[in-house]
């Protein structure tokens, strides 16, 4: 489960260009690439694209399946570093690697966060699920400030802090849809830690102070992370990370609504609005440019 914005599923093996793949998305995130120039633009296409393929091929698929498209994209990221992809993402993907210089390292991580979700069901500690985030979620952050243009320690720590932040609202926000599918991310000894039982967590029955105060705990972990990212991002130019700044907004604004809705995510998935987010991408733009 990665921070990727989702996209409607497409069939494999996908014939589709980085382009058509990011335009499916249709999130206000991507729309943020319409303010980097046009090389930054193109790369962080292509490396959503990249993102989104990996991502879908782990959770859209039944397990012998997504092994083989997991290999498979294994192979062409190799590719990309040593010798000619065959597929149109990993084509477009050597370019953006070779412009903007990407440690393979990266990548190889990403892939690895991802085929965790094949095998690996629950986590039995923070320290577990921290290395589990790093890999799915603030890779993506590495990669993308190096697409930004943006180096440096800082650059580095904001990255891997945002990447934290997303992640860990991403698990509060879609703890009953991941259940479905067998997968419980918040810890293991956080759920023993306050006697719960793994249905009670997944199912949110009932949804008692004991619950809420474990659900309590992984938003303050969350903010915590966003506190960090933002504060560190301050310190970096503003303009090259405005998309960061948009993901970030948007994402924290989720969060603000859990704790509104008094940590109630199994009765209707947690949105904001379309009016809402298109507000965060106007603000964060002015604020980028002006």
């Given amino acids: 489960m990665s921070t990727v914005p989702p996209s409607t599923p497409m069939a494999f093996p996908q014939t589709h260009s980085a382009q058509e793949i990011t335009a499916n998305s249709k999130s206000n995130f991507i729309r943020s690439f319409l303010l980097l120039p046009k090389e930054r633009r193109e790369g962080m296409v292509n490396f959503y694209a990249l993102s989104r393929v990996i991502d879908d091929a782990v959770d859209d698929y039944p397990l012998p399946e997504a092994k083989k498209y997991l290999a498979f994209w294994k192979a062409e990221i190799n590719a990309c570093y040593d010798g000619k992809p065959s597929h149109p993402v990993t084509q477009a ?34 320290t577990e699920l921290r290395e589990y985030c790093y890999r799915v979620a603030s890779v993506i952050g590495l990669v993308s400030m190096k697409i930004f243009g943006v180096q440096g320690k800082i650059a580095e720590e904001a990255a891997e802090e945002m990447g934290l932040a997303l992640q860990y609202t991403n698990i509060l926000r879609d703890v009953a849809e991941d259940a479905k599918i067998g997968r419980v991310y918040l810890p293991q000894e956080d759920i023993q830690r306050y006697r719960l039982s793994e249905t009670q967590v997944t199912t949110g029955q009932p949804l008692d102070k004991k619950l809420k105060i474990l659900l309590k705990l992984q938003a303050d972990r969350a903010e915590t992370h966003f506190d960090r990212a933002f504060s560190l991002m301050k310190k970096l130019p503003r303009r090259p990370l405005v998309a960061a700044w948009v993901m970030g907004k948007v994402y924290y604004q989720i969060l603000k609504k859990i704790r509104k809705k008094q940590y109630d995510v199994y ?3 947690i949105k904001i609005s379309k009016f809402s987010q298109i507000k965060i991408l106007f603000t964060q733009s002015v604020r980028s440019f002006f």
Avoid: H, W
Wanted: glycine content about 2%.
């Fill in 267 to 269: 009765t209707k998935k």
């Fill in 93 to 126: 993907m050597q370019e953006t690697i070779q412009r903007f210089e990407i440690p393979k390292k990266y990548l190889e991580l990403l892939v690895e966060g991802c085929e965790q979700d094949l095998y690996k069901k629950n986590y039995a500690s923070l």
